[in-house]
T-cell receptor, first 117, second 111 residues
Framework: NAGVTQTPKFQVLKTGQSMTLQCAQDMNHEYMSWYRQDPGMGLRLIHY???????DQGEVPNGYNVSRSTTEDFPLRLLSAAPSQTSVYFC????????????????FGPGTRLLVL | QQPVQSPQAVILREGEDAVINCSSSKALYSVHWYRQKHGEAPVFLMI?????EQKGHDKISASFNEKKQQSSLYLTASQLSYSGTYFCGTGSGGGADGLTFGKGTHLIIQP
């Protein structure tokens, strides 16, 4: 198994450009999520999905869109990049997320480093 | 709200012990601990669930006191490989909204 994969590893954008960060997992995990990590801020949840066709907002969703058309893929779209979106983005997945709230181990991808000029 | 971790940073000599604390202002169902090396993804260490259980993994163990809404991570006889940033992630239960992570504790182990 490749686990959780993310592409690209690095990206430089100009303000106003759009792009899609790709995330895929081959572990048949139901739950997938996107986090951003900024210095001194820890990991903050952007969007998450509990299964194909179901997505919801996390703590910092503004400026980002997601979709989940398949179990394997969970792309994150930046609609109009801003310098404040310069960050490291991590995708994570887990086998299931139930009403217990974060019960299962989350596996993180290697991350995408994004610089918005 | 983000759970609060303490200390923010700690420097130890190899072989010394460390304790990292994580506290939340809201009721918790689960606490997850992760370690992240510089430039790498966070790696799962352990999950603690409501019930006050304690877990161990080699020389790393953790406790969870749901009444106090606190968890502590214990690193015994630290090794150089323990260096990194430790994050706690908390789950409040009752929903599928993922984890809320603390800002991290930087641990440096010196030879």
């Amino acid at each position: 198994n490749a686990g959780v994969t993310q592409t690209p590893k690095f990206q430089v954008l100009k303000t106003g450009q759009s792009m899609t960060l790709q995330c895929a997992q081959d572990m048949n995990h139901e739950y997938m999520s996107w986090y951003r990590q900024d210095p001194g801020m820890g990991l903050r949840l952007i969007h998450y999905s509990v299964g194909a066709g179901i997505t919801d907002q996390g703590e910092v969703p503004n400026g980002y869109n997601v979709s989940r058309s398949t179990t394997e893929d969970f792309p994150l779209r930046l609609l109009s990049a801003a310098p404040s979106q310069t960050s490291v983005y991590f995708c994570a997945s887990s086998y299931s997320i139930n009403l217990a709230g974060g019960r299962e181990t989350q596996y993180f991808g290697p991350g995408t480093r994004l610089l918005v000029l | 709200q983000q759970p609060v971790q303490s200390p923010q940073a700690v420097i130890l000599r190899e072989g010394e012990d460390a304790v990292i604390n994580c506290s939340s202002s809201k009721a918790l169902y689960s606490v997850h601990w992760y370690r992240q090396k510089h430039g790498e993804a966070p790696v799962f260490l352990m999950i603690l669930l409501k019930g006050g259980e304690q877990k161990g993994h080699d020389k790393i163990s953790a406790s969870f006191n749901e009444k106090k809404q606190q968890s502590s991570l214990y690193l015994t006889a630290s090794q150089l490989s323990y260096s990194g940033t430790y994050f706690c992630g908390t789950g409040s239960g009752g929903g599928a909204d993922g984890l809320t992570f603390g800002k991290g504790t930087h641990l440096i182990i010196q030879p």
